[in-house]
């Protein structure tokens, strides 16, 4: 099987300290390992992995960086070649390309955000700050294309096109933005590697045609490129020139794509920021138009749990792997069955009642791979330490787990939203400490005119209603829909792409995470908070 063959690789990412692997995938350099942990069965990924999306937005944690990467890995994946799933994923453009190039966002973002204005008085338009982008990137991919397709000895006659794009003269804005990219050694380098000089009869080539050059030398040698921007982690869209430089991004990308026939590019985005990409698109119906968001469902967690899980168990514990070796983890009904094996049959919460474990833990994640797998290494870890081995999860390695990763999570959580909302923990433990769990849109904006708007440093004069309707965003607070024998259930704004709206007389619950570190109390019905899709509902052969 491939997690044997390829142990070498797998020992790499998977070790007693990090049995499901790094949390981030970014810290992932070995590729074959990275292709090995990669779950080929995972609906969100198979769904984006498509042509027609151009945009991905995800929330920090929910795999952007693993999605956009498993494009240079997927040669390497054992499972992307089994012919099943080569038709059960027919729409993927996962196997579409030859050339992957990534692209450093943050370092190009930066540049673009001093530039966008120069020296102009005023605002300059969208379209002139999109033919900077053309520039900037074309530059950078262009570049790395010569490079690779000379060192492949790869010819045509359209690579002369682009080696006298590159060796004519620069204008100025040109010549600063390579610098500020590059650095000056990079771009001697690449003059050097070149050794050309233009003849005094050899056409001006602009930018364009360059890029039209790399188009048709990749249909003439039956190749297909996609150019890959990364996600940026720090971001400040409140300001206006930051925001014309996404808005202008977003459109060159689409333009770009529209305009090229081998070449694709993909953007990772935050959709922390997804309101303020709206703002700053001066068209979001035509912008917009091929975004996809990444989302997950509570069954593929726990799907990519014990995916990895099972891989780290085929290193370290072969003997008992050897068990779980017919469960076919692409099938609801054998993920339950595999986490039945190692999870107690059921957890007592802070409420007296019990609850089903892979329940437990979800209800107290944003349902986001990263947060999910955070707090499951946890347990596996501090479960080892009680009982020497891996074969059995106990439940108060459960809720030791759960109670280190809150606070670790809700900073991750508050930090991606602090361009909106300043001093977002200092608000919270002002506002929900010692308070019910459940209560009502007046009561929490009492909470804010007493104690929030005290604690807002940073914040401004931001209103009642503002910081009600950012706590719904973020998720520090969702609206009650039911309430169960055993929990209230709420649907909280995991969807960037849906504002959650709240009023008068609304009924609202604080989040299992926030509920935690800000020290709320309990609430009359001594119910837990359940958000809407985190219990798996099996079905009953798979009990």
Excluded at 209 to 225: K, N
Excluded at 245 to 260: P, W
Excluded at 377 to 396: D, F, H, P, V
Aim: one cysteine or more.
């Amino acid at each position: 099987m491939a997690q044997q063959s390829d142990g070498s690789a797998l020992r790499t990412i998977l070790n007693p300290g990090e049995p499901l692997g790094p949390i981030d995938a970014a810290t992932i350099n070995e590729i074959r390992a990275a292709a090995l942990l990669f779950d080929p069965h995972n609906t969100s990924f198979t769904t984006l992995l498509r042509a027609d999306v151009a945009v991905i937005i995800g929330r920090r944690g929910s795999g952007k960086t693993a999605l956009l990467g498993s494009y240079e890995y997927r040669n390497y994946s054992p499972a992307l070649k089994d012919p099943n799933l080569r038709r059960s994923t027919a729409g993927s453009d996962y196997l579409r390309y030859n050339i992957i190039l990534s692209v450093p966002t943050h370092t190009y973002f930066d540049v673009m955000r001093q530039l966008v204005n120069r020296a102009a008085a005023l605002p300059r338009p969208v379209e002139s700050v999109i033919e900077d982008w053309t520039n900037l990137i074309a530059d950078y991919f262009l570049e790395q294309f010569l490079r690779g397709q000379l060192k492949a000895q790869t010819k045509s006659p359209h690579l002369g096109v682009i080696q006298t794009y590159f060796s004519q003269d620069e204008d100025d804005f040109q010549q600063e933005a390579r610098i500020k990219v590059w650095g000056r050694a990079r771009w001697r380098s690449m003059r050097d590697f070149l050794r050309l000089k233009p003849s005094e009869d050899t056409e001006f080539v602009m930018c364009e045609e360059a890029i039209r050059a790399a188009d048709r030398h990749l249909a003439a040698t039956e190749q297909r490129l996609l150019i890959l921007f990364d996600s940026m982690d720090d971001y400040y869209v409140t300001t206006e020139p930051y925001a014309r430089t996404l808005g202008a991004l977003i459109r060159f990308v689409g333009e770009f794509n529209k305009d090229s026939e081998r070449m694709t590019m993909k953007l990772g985005l935050p959709a922390e920021i997804y309101p303020e990409i709206k703002k700053g698109s001066a068209n979001p119906i035509k912008d917009l138009v091929r975004v996809g968001q990444l989302k997950w469902t509570s069954p593929e967690l726990a799907q990519i749990a014990a995916y990895r899980f099972r891989l780290f168990l085929y290193l370290y514990d072969s003997k008992y792997a050897e068990r779980l070796r017919d469960l076919d983890l692409s099938k609801r009904g054998d993920v339950n069955r595999f986490w039945r094996m190692f999870l107690p049959l059921s957890h007592t919460n802070k409420y007296g009642q019990e609850e089903e474990p892979l329940t437990y833990i979800l209800r107290h994640t944003q349902l986001l791979p990263r947060q999910f797998l955070m707090i499951v290494q946890e347990m596996i870890k501090n479960s080892a330490e009680i009982t020497g081995g891996y074969r059995e999860l106990k439940s108060e390695s459960l809720e030791s787990a759960v109670e280190d990763a809150v606070q670790l999570l809700a900073s991750e959580i508050l930090a991606a939203y602090a361009h909106v909302f300043p001093g977002a923990e200092e608000i919270g433990l002002a506002m929900f400490a010692n308070c019910d769990t459940v209560l009502t849109f007046d009561q929490l904006g009492t909470l804010w005119r007493r104690k929030g708007r005290a604690a807002a440093k940073g914040a401004g004069e931001m209103g009642e209603v503002q910081a009600i309707n950012l706590l719904l965003r973020i998720g520090v607070v969702g609206l009650l829909e039911t309430e169960t024998e055993r929990y209230y259930e709420a649907t909280f704004a995991y969807d960037a792409r849906r504002q959650l709206n709240a009023g008068e007389g609304q009924r609202l619950c604080v989040h299992p995470i926030f509920s935690r570190v800000f020290r709320a109390g309990k609430n009359p019905g001594n119910k837990a908070v359940l958000a809407r899709g985190v219990p798996i509902t099996w079905e009953p052969d798979d009990v």
